[in-house]
Structure formats: C-alpha cells, structure tokens
C-alpha cells in the first residue's frame, strides 16, 4: 500500500508528462528513479491515474531490462562473461564474488547494499577479466583482489 505521500510524488511525475503522447516509459523510469525499483503498488496507482490497463504496463516493464520490480542494492555490480573475459577467468571472478556476497547474480543482498549482475561484454576487454561496481571499472581481477575491492563499497 502506498503512502498519502507516496501517491502524491507519482500524481506529480504523471502531471508532468500528461501532454506527452507516450509519456509512459518516461514514467516508468522516473518513478523508479525516484523510489529505487518499481514497487508493485505503485505500478497499480499509475494503472488507474493514466488509465491505462495493468497488463500493458506489466508488459513494458518486464520487457525492458532497464526496469526492476525488486529493491536494488546501492552498488550494482556487473561482471563481464564476454569472450575475452572468460578466456582470462571470469567465471572465478563471478564464484567468488557469489561467495563473499552470498547471493547469485540478478540477486541484491539482504541488507541492500549490493545487486549482482552479468553482462556480455563491458567494452574494455583490454583489461580482462572486467567488473564494474556503479560507475567504476576494475580491470585484470583476479579471485583474490575481489573481496578488497567489494569491501571498498560496504
Ligand atoms: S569481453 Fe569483457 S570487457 Fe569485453
């Protein structure tokens, strides 16, 4: 259930994409924005004020990756499986990582503090086995420089 207060933070974001012809996307993204992920309720609340029905919102956000519909950790980590990576290990990168943080990727830890992630390819292959935490690059990982570096985030 959302709060009076919640409601009114999301009648504002509507409000100001009502002239727009295909507002939702942005909707969608700037209510995440504002809450972290996109809570179930707020997904109901924005059904009845745009009316528009709850399936076809359900179907643009588990369309776009972009769009959670769970609590996100504060640090996203993004571990690159891409050809160069896993040629250089990156499968011990993403073991020990599921093992320090306890959670698989596409999972957030209990305390919110990390999500994990996998991607194809980061675009620095130069520097394999690549992770990127938020919006920092840590190249040339091995197992064992993992925890000190993730520990910088806790
Ligand atoms: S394959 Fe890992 S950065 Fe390109």
């Known amino acids: ?3 009076k207060e919640d409601e009114e ?9 009502r002239d727009d012809s295909g507002p939702l996307i942005s909707i ?19 059904s009845r004020r745009l009316k528009i029905p709850e399936s076809k919102i359900w179907g643009v956000v588990t369309f776009y990756s972009q ?5 996100r950790g504060r640090n996203t980590i993004k571990v690159c499986l891409g050809t160069a990576c896993h040629v250089k ?10 093992k320090i943080l306890g959670i698989k990727e596409g999972q957030t ?5 990390f999500s994990l992630e996998t991607v194809r390819c980061l675009g620095t292959c130069f520097l394999a086995p690549v992770m990127m ?12 420089r993992v925890e ?3 520990n910088q985030y806790r």
Do not use: C, W
């Not at 969608?28 to 924005?46: I, N, S």
């Not at 769009?67 to 609590?71: D, I, K, M, Q, R």
């Open 1 to 3: 259930m959302l709060s």
């Open 9 to 17: 933070k999301i009648n504002q974001i509507i409000d100001r994409y």
């Open 28 to 46: 969608l993204q700037e209510v995440q924005t504002t809450f972290g992920y996109l809570p179930k309720d707020a997904l109901f609340h924005l």
């Open 67 to 71: 769009f959670y519909l769970e609590p």
């Open 89 to 98: 290990g990156s499968d011990k990168i993403l073991d020990k990582l599921r």
């Open 109 to 113: 830890t209990k305390d919110l503090k």
């Open 133 to 144: 935490i938020n919006n920092d690059y840590y190249g040339r990982l091995t197992p064992d």
């Open 148 to 150: 000190h570096i993730v």
